[in-house]
């Protein structure tokens, strides 16, 4: 069982650069997620989707965009990545139940 | 704003202590309140709770969840080092969005 997949697990960032976090779920989930967490601190919503098609902002979606064309991929997209985006980034899926979570991103900026 | 605390933020025992964290919240529509182990990577799920005064067990882990005052407590018995963690506490919100607290760290000492 997948699960929730996301990749890369690690990257390191040059300031300016852009990048795609990609998660993919097997579940058949409406629900996905993009959390960012930094050290020492819990996770802040940054976008999320109820289905494909449909997106909306969370808590700290600047910086961010997303896109939803189907229901198993949820890409995150850093345009012009800057040092406050180095943070471990979290992809997560539900359909009516817990929250199920990928491996995590760990993404450092400099 | 949904908000979700815990406490205490950090804590530290020996083993065969046990121990209560802490979560309270002031979110007055929800679908559930969840428990997280997070250890160094995704979090992995613990309990589920959504009917008040309805303890939930899975071995040396219980947890109650009181909606009248707001509150919910994990209890974890015989602590063992592997127990060692962040114990994060998040309510579902209809789908919308888990609002996550800060996290309890946990540290074991054998």
């Known amino acids: 069982n997948a699960g929730v997949t996301q990749t890369p697990k690690f990257r390191i960032l040059k300031i300016g650069q852009s990048m795609t976090l990609q998660c993919t779920q097997d579940m058949n989930h409406n629900y996905m997620y993009w959390y960012r967490q930094d050290p020492g601190m819990g996770l802040k919503l940054i976008y999320y989707?109820?289905?494909?098609?449909?997106?909306d902002k969370g808590e700290v979606p600047n910086g961010y965009n997303v896109s939803r064309s189907t229901t198993e991929d949820f890409p995150l997209r850093l345009e012009l990545a800057a040092p406050s985006q180095t943070s471990v980034y979290f992809c997560?899926?539900?359909?009516?139940?817990?929250?199920?979570f990928g491996q995590g991103t760990r993404l450092t900026v400099v | 704003e949904d908000k979700v605390v815990q406490s205490p933020l950090s804590l530290v025992v020996h083993e065969g202590d046990t121990v209560t964290l802490n979560c309270s919240y002031e979110?007055?529509?929800?679908?559930?309140l969840l428990w997280y182990k997070q250890e160094k990577k995704a979090p992995t799920f613990l309990f589920m709770l959504t009917s008040s005064g309805i303890e939930k067990k899975s071995g040396r882990l219980s947890s109650i969840l009181d909606k009248k005052e707001l509150f919910s407590i994990l209890n974890i018995t015989a602590t063992q080092t592997g127990d060692s963690a962040v114990y994060l506490c998040a309510l579902d919100n209809y789908g919308q969005n888990f609002v996550f607290g800060p996290g309890t760290r946990l540290s074991v000492l054998p």
């Open positions: 989707s109820v289905g494909a098609g449909i997106t």
């Open positions: 997560a899926s539900n359909q009516n139940t817990e929250a199920f």
């Open positions: 979110v007055t529509n929800f679908r559930s």
